[in-house]
């Protein structure tokens, strides 16, 4: 399997992540061992204009890695227990992010951070060169539907119901 390149992630949010779906996510433990998923389903959240977007806030010292180039992580904690694993995407200062909401086995993202134990100190990772984590291509191609995003109502009725959440079949 290849590993995915820069030029993959250096697009437009709502081309990566549909492509993301089918792709092999790659973990690397400290102890050597590696696992692997395919990944099943993502959301999209592309910069400032997107009001369920983190970024639509501006640059903050949360925010500083969705403005960074393509294809690093972009780690956040939830309800003070949930780390939420999202891919930047697109070129820097055009703060755009893709939400990976689950792998196969594993449906939420919350679920899939605590099975590969994925913390704040990825954050900024990049998955082109790192040894712990990336993404390889699979030549799979699947079939997927589009949804609402989840858990965004306070984005408004526009935002909210952007059908940009894709998921495999």
């Not at 959301?43 to 977007?53: F, I, M, V």
């Not at 704040?120 to 030549?139: H, M, P």
């Amino acid at each position: 399997m290849s590993r995915l390149d820069h030029t993959f992630f250096r697009r437009d949010v709502l081309e990566v992540a549909p492509a993301l779906l089918g792709k092999r996510l790659v973990r690397r433990y400290d102890d050597g061992r590696e696992e692997s998923f395919l990944i099943t389903e993502t959301e999209a959240y592309r910069g400032e204009e997107d009001l369920a977007c983190h970024a639509s806030k501006g640059k903050t010292p949360r925010t500083a890695t969705m403005y960074l180039p393509g294809g690093v992580l972009y780690i956040y904690l939830i309800y003070g227990m949930y780390w939420m694993m999202n891919i930047v995407t697109g070129t820097e200062e055009d703060p755009q992010a893709v939400l990976i909401r689950g792998i196969e086995g594993f449906d939420g993202p919350g679920k899939l951070t605590r099975r590969l134990s994925i913390d704040k100190s990825f954050n900024a990772e990049d998955l082109v060169t790192s040894s712990r984590i990336w993404l390889e291509e699979t030549g799979l191609l699947p079939s997927y539907t589009t949804s609402p995003r989840i858990g965004v109502d306070y984005a408004g009725e526009k935002w909210k119901n952007m059908p940009w959440r894709f998921k495999v079949k």
